[in-house]
């Protein structure tokens, strides 16, 4: 008898232990990051500002405004729309980290989704976080899920009806913000988040955004920039510019069947010019071995490489070196700013101007810890 009582009290104590570590370690996925902004950060409100329906909850976040105090145009850069994406995050992280705005305005939204960054995504085996080596130290980045955390968000339905389209979808993308705009005040969590950014695009005119977001290599809408059918020259300038420097991309016209994707909806229900850019990322892919933070920070795959070279398949991928984060965040901030560029050949009343932003190759020289603050 007393030695079933003292099993039992051993199985307890031990489950209990479990139970608290598991638990200290999913709370710290509700901490976010600290970042560093430069020295050309003007303000800083959080998204529920622009609309109170997510106000208190996890879906509320940070934005960064830099303002220039000159008279132009005004920018929107967005990271983290899907937090598995790690150098949607960390590109944005660096232009925050980096920026001088020398005319008109530039908002920085790092964490879009902030709800997705507090959880991982099931059954992927996705590391919870990585490393980047900086100048005096090391920064720990979460990695987290596609889609909004299903404890702020449940259940799924069987079938998503995404509005105001009634395009049918799966269920689960019910909580993919970049399937949920306009969004909509009285809808499920990810749709007022979708809601909210409509409305800071408004409020704040916002002549041209940026979402930012990476793909599995073998996915056919990868390393491309797509954009809304009405602003096609201001893409086609920036991507000849990129290929001058050596960068290539594909051009992709937004669908305007498939609904509820920023870069068609930004540019139909407000007067922003949209654009969303996609980087090759291993880690995502469905061909992809370990997955571990090497992967996700070199970018290097035997699989993809064997895949890559029978040819066939159409994949993304650089057989010698991989898709590394410096390669990927480099590209990301590079179109940027082409893509700002552009726009200010054809809206010279209304410019942007940005500075002091590492170049791809200074990023792929250096790494991209060089241009992290702390």
Sequence with gaps: MIRNHLSTIIITIITATMGVIAAISFGKMHQPE?????????????????FEGIKGTNGDTE????????????ALVCGGAHPNEAASFLSTVVILENLKVTCGRVFIIPRLNNS??????????????????????????????????????????????????????????????????????DGNLTERIAYAIIQLIDKEKVNIAFDIHESSPEVPIVNVIVYHENYEEIA?????????????????????????????????????????????????GRLRGKTDVDLVLRGYCDNYKKAKETGALRIAYREDTGEPIAHRVGRHIAGVVELINSYNLYYPDMQIVI???PDYDMIMEKGVGEFLNN
């Design 236 to 284: 086609m300038g920036a991507i000849l510019g990129l290929e001058m420097a050596g960068l290539q991309f594909s051009p992709e016209t937004s669908p305007m069947n498939f609904h509820g994707l920023s870069h068609r909806e930004w540019g139909d229900y407000t007067n922003a010019i949209p654009f969303l850019m996609e980087t090759s990322n291993p880690s995502m």
């Design 355 to 357: 500075e002091n932003l």
């Design 34 to 50: 600290e970042l560093f902004p430069s020295e050309g950060l003007t303000g800083k409100v959080m998204l529920s500002d622009y």
């Design 63 to 74: 934005v960064y405004l830099f303002d220039s105090g000159v008279e132009g145009g005004t």
């Design 116 to 185: 997705a960054f507090t959880c991982s995504d099931p059954m992927e085996g996705f590391p919870a976080s990585y490393e980047i080596p900086t100048k005096i130290g090391i920064r720990k980045f979460r990695l987290g899920s596609r889609v909004t955390n299903p404890l702020d968000q449940w259940p799924d339905p069987l079938v998503f009806s995404q509005y105001p389209s009634n395009q049918q979808l799966s269920g689960f993308e019910t909580r993919n913000i970049n399937r949920s705009y306009p969004g909509r005040p």
